[in-house]
């Protein structure tokens, strides 16, 4: 029996940053993406360099970016940030 994927949609509301690039061109980016016009959650996920194709990624509300933002900055040495993050990203900053 074949199943079929759901359609969706998503807008990159703001792109927060890229973290790395493999050789291939795919980048590892931070962003701030609404899913089926729901409210923007932070993203994490691989996609090409057109941003045409994505792969598997984690999607964070505002509680859960903050509290990974305290857990890096206690459990990782030497990544104590000395500001807290921007908080709901604003569509009409520079992407």
Same mark, same amino acid.
């Given at each position: 029996?074949?199943? !079929? ?10 792109n927060l940053g890229v973290i790395?690039?493999? +050789? =291939?061109?795919?980048? !590892?980016? $931070? @962003?701030?993406? =609404? ?5 923007? +959650? ?6 090409? =360099?057109?941003?045409? +194709? ?5 999607? $964070? ?16 040495p030497n990544t104590q940030p @000395? ?8 569509a009409n900053d520079e992407q």
């Amino acid at each position: 029996m074949a199943i !079929k994927k759901a359609d969706f949609k998503y807008e990159i509301v703001k792109n927060l940053g890229v973290i790395s690039e493999g +050789k =291939s061109g795919w980048r !590892k980016e $931070l @962003n701030y993406i =609404s899913w089926n016009g729901g409210a923007p +959650k932070y993203d994490v996920r691989d996609w090409d =360099s057109e941003r045409q +194709k994505m792969g598997k990624g984690v999607t $964070l509300t505002e509680s859960e970016i903050q509290k990974l933002y305290e857990l890096i900055g206690e459990k990782i040495p030497n990544t104590q940030p @000395n500001a807290q993050p921007e908080t709901q990203p604003n569509a009409n900053d520079e992407q």
